[in-house]
């Protein structure tokens, strides 16, 4: 069970958009369309922010949003914000009930 | 709310038992999920219980030594950690299933922090 694979880190000024991709294969990512990304600042819990993909929860601002191409699922987040800076994981279910997290991204907000 | 507890120092080897009582909402409902991280790294599920708790799940690298349960009528949900190992080492999160497609977490307690050290 190897994590999924993110970028180990972005940055981006305010204002400006930032995508964090997650790769994976088709027994995980490309095969089933239930990626999930969570925000996690330091020191506190994760926070669910896309699921299914490409679902947002119930006060998860828009300028969130979820995607995927074959075996990559991306997060992009546009009009960025310093509240933005923090470390990002993707999520995917991966078959025989197991879920696989990746790596995690850390964002900095320049 | 969520709020785990039993966290520690424990040798190589030894056991240990984490809790995570649960408030606000209906316990009984909802498939529930340990998910871990050691220091500085990045998260790991590592078990998952369903709703009535007939069925269980586990991360490879803890199945046969960890052991999820829950009482619904405590509204708690437990880790039963044995043989543990340095690698164990980690912030041990329960979390809510929040009944999406593949499993995804839409509440997480705080964490209890086990380390494993001789």
New interface residues.
Partial sequence: ?S?LTQPRSVSGSPGQSVTISCTGTSSDVGG???V?W?Q?HPGK????MI??VN?R?SGVPDRFSGSKSGNTASLTISGLQAEDEADY?C???AGR????????TELTVL | QLEESGGGLVQPGGSLRLSCAASGFTFSSNWM?W?RQAPGK????VS?ITSDGSNT?Y???VRGRFTISRDNAKNTLYLQMNSLRAEDTAVY?CARD?F???????Y????TLVSVSS
């Fill in positions: 069970q994590a089933y369309n239930y999930s969570y996690q819990a994760p926070k669910l699921y299914e679902k929860p994981y999520c995917s279910y009930y197991i879920v696989m997290f990746g790596g995690g | 999920h998910v990045g998260l790991v599920w998952r799940n991360a490879d690298s999160y929040a999406c497609g593949g499993d995804c977490f839409d997480w307690g705080q964490g």
